[in-house]
């Protein structure tokens, strides 16, 4: 199925082709930057006019008189140096969005080429607890698996744990001394690991200020590989209560990873060795200060000499490239992915570059596999550095989300102090989450941002209170009316510019959305609900439903209903539950 500018984009590149002779023009069709100039715009007639170098304007004047319309294009108009203005037959529009309506699955309309996509997101290190600098990736990545799987393609989450290496040790070896201190009780280890942090930070503690501690913790690092059962017993402890706090986490974002998805570093550790022998066979490894590296040509440093990406170090050890390595060939030959996005701070980006290209050097993924890194930026506090509490100290994403839902339990209380008080709870927990990841998605995910209490919670701008808010409202006209029998019809009818600009925008929902599934900015998706409640405002005031006759009256309910479903798929895909009332 194509969407209405796929539609025009073939139609325009087929008419431009035909009428050139250039096989291999473009309508390149965009959305009209005025109302007054359409309501989509071809500029593909530029280029193909300096290319046989003949007057442009002429070009689009003979374009537009030989454009078969379809039902589609009511009129093309040539403007300016030469592009086309495109607008719309507002029947076709109305039809389509009835059709929306009896059928809002088709709001989305699935890729025309499904995919499996694996998407490795949230990722975060198992040894501390989870803190705000994993708030991006997990909720960026769980709105990109959405859009995926709304466009139907087969979605493969992979949440890849940073469950190995040094840091374990030192874990191990303060657990174990714990439960010799306080003489085997069971209790006070399993207290103490309740609070994740602390617990890391008295073992960081020792590890650094006891030398024998610290000589402890490497051999327990070395057995642990050596797959010691008491160790590793001892380390799944700690892994399942860190996990236990993720999921936590999880369950109040509405983040959709399972431990199905899990796929830990720690999986990877029998395909070490293998990785390492096929870089040899393959000739790729360089032994440098006796460490296994491999150099490629287009990894260099500021002086030019060439970058090592280390693989096994002269101890044996492996390192986070080795493990990205074995995960790459894992994704591509076992999973079958198509694709594979990495949804990782961007800060790691020289490390994707590197991984990528030493990947497709030695044959560990399918030529016809695409790896990407979806990188995102650092949430950064009011001093223009990365968030921090005000003693320096990493703020757990926990303790950040229950402190956006008690201020948003005071905004309510505030606003609305008649409530019941469950019902304060109920729209308070929406508000509070919901504030956090949208102000979060709204912004582009390759910058860095400020992060700002007053804005997100604000109920003005492009935020979730407003949003939120618009859903709200709109149900509580449709309830209104049902109350007086008046019912949404199932035709509509595009009588005054607001409800035909608001009927195309619901219509471009599903442009976005594949346009979504490719770049993964939902910032983009951010952008359109806040328009689209936009134009719903402006319709809402200048188009009278109650007072106008019943046809018409029908027809508006309908739009309105129609535009709540944009909303709803929309804040879904964001992974945001709107409330019906607020
Ligand atoms: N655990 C890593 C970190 O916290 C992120 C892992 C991202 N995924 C990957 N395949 N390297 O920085």
Redesign the pocket.
């Given at each position: 199925m194509l969407t209405i500018k796929e539609c025009l984009e073939q139609i325009l590149t087929q008419t431009l082709v035909e009428i050139s002779g250039v096989s291999d023009a473009k309508g390149l069709v965009i959305y009209a930057s005025r109302p007054e100039f359409g309501d989509y715009q071809a500029n593909g007639v530029m280029a193909v006019a300096r290319q046989l170098r003949q007057n442009p304007r002429e070009l689009a004047t003979k374009v537009v008189s030989a454009l078969k319309t379809d039902g589609l294009i009511e009129r093309a108009e040539v403007a300016g140096p030469g592009f086309i203005n495109l607008f719309l037959n507002t029947q076709m529009l109305a039809t389509k969005a009835a059709d929306c309506l009896a059928a809002p699955e088709t709001l989305i309309l699935p890729a025309n080429r499904p995919q499996t996509i694996v998407v490795?997101y949230s990722?975060?290190?198992l040894a501390k607890e989870m803190h705000v600098g994993?708030l991006r990736?997990t909720i960026i990545g769980d709105s990109i698996v959405r859009i995926l799987e709304a466009l139907g393609h087969c979605v493969i989450r992979q949440n890849?744990?940073?469950d190995w290496g040094t840091q374990f040790g030192m874990l191990i070896a303060h657990m174990n001394s714990l439960s010799a201190d306080e003489g085997q009780n069971e209790n006070a280890v399993a207290s103490n690991l309740s609070d994740l942090e602390g617990f890391y930070r008295a073992a960081k503690q020792r590890f650094d200020a006891e030398p024998a501690f610290a000589d402890e913790a490497r051999a327990y690092v070395v057995k642990l590989q050596q797959g010691d059962p008491e160790c590793l017993a001892a380390w799944q402890r700690f892994i399942d209560e860190s996990l236990r706090h993720c999921e936590e986490v999880y369950e109040l974002l509405s983040v959709s990873l399972r431990r199905s998805d899990l796929r830990a570093?720690s999986f990877y550790n029998n395909d070490l060795p293998e990785i390492v022998k096929e870089l040899s066979n393959k000739e790729l490894l360089t032994e440098s200060d006796g460490a296994q590296c491999v150099f490629l040509e287009e990894f260099t440093g500021k002086d030019g000499s060439p970058l090592p990406v280390i693989i096994q170090k002269s101890d044996g050890g492996y390192l986070?490239a080795s493990?990205?390595l074995a995960?790459i060939r894992y994704r591509s030959d076992k999973l079958g992915a198509d694709r594979v996005l990495?949804v990782?701070?961007a800060r790691?980006s020289l490390?994707?570059q590197q991984v990528f290209a030493v990947a497709r050097a030695a044959g560990f993924v399918r030529q016809d596999c695409q790896l990407e890194h979806i990188a995102y930026g650092t949430m950064m506090g009011e001093d223009g550095k990365p968030f921090k509490t005000r003693s320096g100290d990493t703020v757990k994403l926990r303790e950040l989300l229950d402190e956006s839902v008690t201020r948003a339990l005071n905004l309510v209380t505030e606003k609305n102090p008649q409530l019941a008080d469950n019902e304060k709870q109920l729209i308070s927990r929406t508000v509070g989450i919901a504030a956090v990841k949208y102000s979060d998605l709204s912004k582009n995910r390759t910058s860095d941002y400020i992060f700002d209490w007053s804005s997100m919670l604000s109920f003005e701008g492009n935020t979730a209170p407003y949003l939120l808010y618009a859903y709200a409202r709109i149900q509580s006209v449709l309830r209104r009316l049902q109350e007086e029998s008046v019912v949404p019809g199932r035709t509509i009818d595009l009588l005054v510019p607001e409800e035909r600009t608001l009927a195309i925008k619901i219509l471009q929902f599903a442009e976005l959305v594949r346009q979504l599934g490719e770049d993964c900015y939902p910032n983009q998706l951010c952008l359109y609900l806040y328009e689209l409640s936009g134009l719903f405002m402006k319709f809402y005031e200048s188009c009278p439903i109650m007072k106008a006759g019943a046809d018409v009256r029908a027809s508006r309910l309908a739009l309105a209903q129609l535009t709540a479903e944009t909303l709803k798929k929309g804040l879904n895909l964001l992974g945001i539950e709107p409330l019906q009332r607020m």
């Amino acid at each position: 199925m194509l969407t209405i500018k796929e539609c025009l984009e073939q139609i325009l590149t087929q008419t431009l082709v035909e009428i050139s002779g250039v096989s291999d023009a473009k309508g390149l069709v965009i959305y009209a930057s005025r109302p007054e100039f359409g309501d989509y715009q071809a500029n593909g007639v530029m280029a193909v006019a300096r290319q046989l170098r003949q007057n442009p304007r002429e070009l689009a004047t003979k374009v537009v008189s030989a454009l078969k319309t379809d039902g589609l294009i009511e009129r093309a108009e040539v403007a300016g140096p030469g592009f086309i203005n495109l607008f719309l037959n507002t029947q076709m529009l109305a039809t389509k969005a009835a059709d929306c309506l009896a059928a809002p699955e088709t709001l989305i309309l699935p890729a025309n080429r499904p995919q499996t996509i694996v998407v490795d997101y949230s990722s975060p290190n198992l040894a501390k607890e989870m803190h705000v600098g994993h708030l991006r990736g997990t909720i960026i990545g769980d709105s990109i698996v959405r859009i995926l799987e709304a466009l139907g393609h087969c979605v493969i989450r992979q949440n890849h744990v940073g469950d190995w290496g040094t840091q374990f040790g030192m874990l191990i070896a303060h657990m174990n001394s714990l439960s010799a201190d306080e003489g085997q009780n069971e209790n006070a280890v399993a207290s103490n690991l309740s609070d994740l942090e602390g617990f890391y930070r008295a073992a960081k503690q020792r590890f650094d200020a006891e030398p024998a501690f610290a000589d402890e913790a490497r051999a327990y690092v070395v057995k642990l590989q050596q797959g010691d059962p008491e160790c590793l017993a001892a380390w799944q402890r700690f892994i399942d209560e860190s996990l236990r706090h993720c999921e936590e986490v999880y369950e109040l974002l509405s983040v959709s990873l399972r431990r199905s998805d899990l796929r830990a570093e720690s999986f990877y550790n029998n395909d070490l060795p293998e990785i390492v022998k096929e870089l040899s066979n393959k000739e790729l490894l360089t032994e440098s200060d006796g460490a296994q590296c491999v150099f490629l040509e287009e990894f260099t440093g500021k002086d030019g000499s060439p970058l090592p990406v280390i693989i096994q170090k002269s101890d044996g050890g492996y390192l986070y490239a080795s493990t990205d390595l074995a995960a790459i060939r894992y994704r591509s030959d076992k999973l079958g992915a198509d694709r594979v996005l990495y949804v990782v701070d961007a800060r790691q980006s020289l490390h994707f570059q590197q991984v990528f290209a030493v990947a497709r050097a030695a044959g560990f993924v399918r030529q016809d596999c695409q790896l990407e890194h979806i990188a995102y930026g650092t949430m950064m506090g009011e001093d223009g550095k990365p968030f921090k509490t005000r003693s320096g100290d990493t703020v757990k994403l926990r303790e950040l989300l229950d402190e956006s839902v008690t201020r948003a339990l005071n905004l309510v209380t505030e606003k609305n102090p008649q409530l019941a008080d469950n019902e304060k709870q109920l729209i308070s927990r929406t508000v509070g989450i919901a504030a956090v990841k949208y102000s979060d998605l709204s912004k582009n995910r390759t910058s860095d941002y400020i992060f700002d209490w007053s804005s997100m919670l604000s109920f003005e701008g492009n935020t979730a209170p407003y949003l939120l808010y618009a859903y709200a409202r709109i149900q509580s006209v449709l309830r209104r009316l049902q109350e007086e029998s008046v019912v949404p019809g199932r035709t509509i009818d595009l009588l005054v510019p607001e409800e035909r600009t608001l009927a195309i925008k619901i219509l471009q929902f599903a442009e976005l959305v594949r346009q979504l599934g490719e770049d993964c900015y939902p910032n983009q998706l951010c952008l359109y609900l806040y328009e689209l409640s936009g134009l719903f405002m402006k319709f809402y005031e200048s188009c009278p439903i109650m007072k106008a006759g019943a046809d018409v009256r029908a027809s508006r309910l309908a739009l309105a209903q129609l535009t709540a479903e944009t909303l709803k798929k929309g804040l879904n895909l964001l992974g945001i539950e709107p409330l019906q009332r607020m």
